[in-house]
């Protein structure tokens, strides 16, 4: 069974700066996608950026990027010049490919944004 | 699109008493998703539909919880009877189920999350 592993409940980081949330994942699948959820206090989980991983480049959505270890089974979300509404619960979450099935997601680290 | 919607948004009971949770996914969209957020378990898939039919159920926790989907547009989460440590945040997610190889950039489905039903079992 696939698990995914957040080892960090809590980071915190200041306002602009650079933070680096990790993810490690466990399969035996070769195929498959990862993928960052942020869940704000509202509760909307909210899609921040995914990774194919028959893919090599890591993926980037303007401020979030990802360093993707395929080998190492690591999935980190690095968020540059942090703002404070990037405040949220973080979830790392995995999918097998090909068709339409469960995430799997980690348990979540929980950023604070200081100024 | 109004996205994923969920009714009711929060819902207080008492032990015993029936429970149901609403869910219409975005106009489309061929799988269905239930999902429950605890502090204890984290997020946890509960139940999926692909065109109205259940594919995997083995997070259902118990007999006392059930699901439907009866057409494409509507799904219902059922407990009966609710019991305390069912509390939790029930989550509802609609994707898009398309054909293509694994390789392929069709094969992506990003599921589409509502904002959650909280419920409070006293």
Redesign the interface.
């Known amino acids: 069974a696939q698990t995914v592993t957040q080892s960090q409940p809590e980071m915190s980081v200041q306002e602009a700066e650079t933070v680096t949330l990790s993810c490690t994942y466990d399969t035996s699948e070769s195929?498959y996608?990862l993928f960052w959820y942020k869940q704000p206090p509202?509760?909307?989980?909210i899609?921040v950026i995914?990774q194919?991983a028959?893919k090599q480049q890591n993926a980037t959505e303007n401020r979030f990027s990802v360093n993707f270890q395929k080998a190492a089974k690591s999935f980190s979300l690095k968020i540059s010049d942090s703002q404070l509404g990037d405040a949220a619960m973080y979830?790392c979450a995995y999918r097998r490919?090909?068709?339409?099935?469960?995430?799997?997601?980690?348990?979540?680290t929980r950023l604070q944004v200081t100024l | 699109d109004a996205g994923v919607i969920q009714s009711p948004r929060h819902e207080v009971t008492e032990m015993g008493q029936e429970v149901t949770l609403r869910c219409k996914p975005i106009s489309g969209h061929?799988?269905l998703?239930w999902?429950r957020q605890t502090m204890m378990r984290?997020?946890?898939?509960l139940i999926?539909f692909?065109n109205n039919v259940p594919?995997?159920d083995s997070?259902m926790p118990e007999d006392r919880f059930s699901a439907k989907m009866p057409n494409a547009s509507f799904s219902t989460l059922k407990i009966q009877p609710s019991e305390p440590r069912d509390s939790a945040?029930y989550?509802c997610?609609s994707?898009l189920?398309l054909a293509g190889?694994?390789?392929s950039y069709y094969?992506?489905?990003?599921?589409f999350?509502g904002?959650?039903t909280?419920l409070t079992v006293l």
């Open positions: 195929d996608y509202s509760r909307q989980m899609l995914r194919e028959y979830f490919t090909g068709t339409a099935s469960k995430l799997t997601f980690g348990t979540g | 061929n799988s998703f999902y984290g997020l946890e898939l999926y692909n594919i995997d997070g945040v989550f997610a994707s189920r190889g694994s390789n094969s992506y489905n990003e599921q999350f904002p959650g909280r």
